[in-house]
């Protein structure tokens, strides 16, 4: 069985005259995505890799998650193919993963996550959510073999107050 833990990115600032990759998060952005790390942290089997989009505000939401799960932020990773926007990316990293990985962590970027969920999961989702935990389950032993799973659990910021 292979599970895969999605991540949108948190809120992010329009504030500066920045190229898109360099956006930091905003307050909202920052405080999200600590409760959201501290409320999964319970929820979850810890993952055994995580990635993250090299853009400012999906690593700095996947470190204030790491941080809430007490994951050390030496073990996040960063891919450039998950700076994608379409899903064709994001499909190729997770397929690509090594098999000896059963629980996978990526934060990443709309439509992509959207598209993802939609495609592989058994729940829609209109929209992924900003700083939103999607987990999705597959009866499959090699990455390069998911299709439909499960979606066992969706959880955006809003839940939680």
């Given at each position: 069985?292979?599970?895969l833990?999605?991540?949108r990115?948190?809120?992010s600032?329009?504030?500066?005259?920045?190229?898109?990759?360099?956006?930091?998060?905003?307050?909202?952005?920052l405080?999200?995505?600590s409760?959201?790390?501290?409320?999964?942290r319970?929820k979850?089997t810890?993952?055994?890799?995580?990635?993250?989009?090299?853009?400012?505000?999906?690593?700095?939401?996947?470190l204030l998650?790491?941080?809430?799960?007490?994951?050390p932020?030496?073990?996040?990773?960063?891919?450039?193919?998950?700076?994608?926007?379409?899903?064709?990316?994001?499909?190729?990293?997770?397929?690509?993963?090594d098999d000896?990985?059963?629980?996978?962590?990526?934060?990443?970027?709309n439509?992509?996550?959207?598209?993802?969920?939609?495609?592989?999961?058994?729940?829609s989702?209109?929209?992924v959510?900003?700083?939103?935990?999607?987990?999705?389950?597959?009866?499959?032993?090699?990455?390069?073999?998911?299709?439909?799973?499960?979606?066992?659990r969706?959880?955006?910021?809003k839940?939680?107050k």
């Amino acid at each position: 069985m292979k599970t895969l833990y999605l991540i949108r990115h948190a809120k992010s600032s329009w504030e500066f005259d920045l190229n898109d990759h360099e956006r930091p998060l905003n307050d909202r952005g920052l405080d999200d995505a600590s409760k959201m790390g501290a409320f999964i942290r319970e929820k979850i089997t810890m993952p055994q890799r995580i990635v993250s989009s090299g853009a400012v505000r999906a690593k700095t939401t996947a470190l204030l998650y790491l941080k809430a799960l007490g994951i050390p932020e030496e073990q996040l990773e960063l891919s450039n193919e998950l700076y994608d926007f379409n899903g064709t990316g994001l499909d190729n990293f997770i397929r690509s993963c090594d098999d000896s990985i059963d629980r996978l962590m990526v934060f990443g970027h709309n439509n992509a996550l959207t598209y993802w969920v939609n495609q592989y999961g058994d729940k829609s989702i209109d929209n992924v959510a900003t700083a939103a935990f999607t987990q999705i389950n597959f009866d499959v032993e090699r990455w390069e073999d998911v299709d439909q799973g499960k979606t066992t659990r969706y959880v955006k910021p809003k839940q939680l107050k």
